[in-house]
């Protein structure tokens, strides 16, 4: 074997190797982010922030005021939902570029997506909460669990990269008033390779996740007097 084709070889393997440790490092990192319970606000401030209703589902979410809102999926990324039952986005909040400009910081956002139909899932028949069900796969129990607002969620993360965009996910399920909803904690990025380093920097990760899990802590359930 010539020199030449054992440096085509050596140069494939190196590539699949930077691959396969840039996918499953993302799924690393995505899980790691919140198990750190990173945050920029401290829980005193949330109350200030803009209250989401979502009467009918029985909880709330807080974000900044200036963040954009979407009734609705963000259809730029993912218009769908991770639930492994029949359900639809309701609500996402979108956190703003600005921070991040002149980096390769490309989205970020959380939704609120629902099961659809009437509420009458309980405890018993509540195992389909707990699953993950991305498009294509086969559904997986979510691997670990957190308390947010009195409510124990099924947390897991999900990644994929493809044409020089990495997506990451933090999907968290639980059964609320006899529903399985979900809320995510998405955040999309370009490989910082494509680009000339004297333009466009690498984005500072922990703040954007940190602004996402942010939004996703002040998730609280409203009691009958609807507080």
């Excluded at 979410?61 to 991770?82: C, F, K, M």
């Excluded at 607002?149 to 999900?158: D, E, I, L, M, S």
């Amino acid at each position: 074997m010539n020199s030449f084709i054992k440096s085509v070889l050596l140069f494939t393997f190196f590539l699949s190797l930077l691959y396969v440790g840039f996918r499953y490092g993302l799924r690393e990192v995505t899980q790691s982010s919140s198990l750190r319970q990173v945050q920029l606000a401290e829980p005193a401030e949330w109350a200030s922030w803009k209250e989401e209703r979502f009467d009918n589902l029985g909880f709330s979410l807080r974000h900044p005021s200036e963040y954009p809102t979407i009734d609705g999926a963000d259809t730029t990324y993912h218009g769908g939902t991770y639930l492994a039952v029949r359900s639809a986005p309701r609500f996402t909040v979108v956190i703003p570029k600005v921070p991040f400009k002149g980096t390769n910081f490309l989205h970020g956002f959380v939704t609120v997506s629902a099961e659809l139909g009437g509420g009458t899932r309980t405890k018993a028949d509540s195992a389909p909460c707990d699953l993950l069900a991305p498009e294509g796969s086969d559904a997986r129990q979510l691997p670990r669990r957190e308390e947010i607002g009195g409510v124990t969620f099924a947390v897991g993360g999900v990644s994929a990269a493809a044409a020089g965009t990495a997506a990451e996910t933090l999907v968290y399920h639980a059964l609320v008033n006899g529903r399985c909803i979900e809320l995510t904690a998405n955040l999309f990025s370009a490989n910082i390779r494509n680009f000339d380093p004297r333009k466009v920097k690498q984005f500072d990760r922990v703040e954007a996740w940190a602004r996402l899990t942010d939004i996703v802590k002040t998730f609280h359930t409203l009691g009958k007097d609807g507080r």
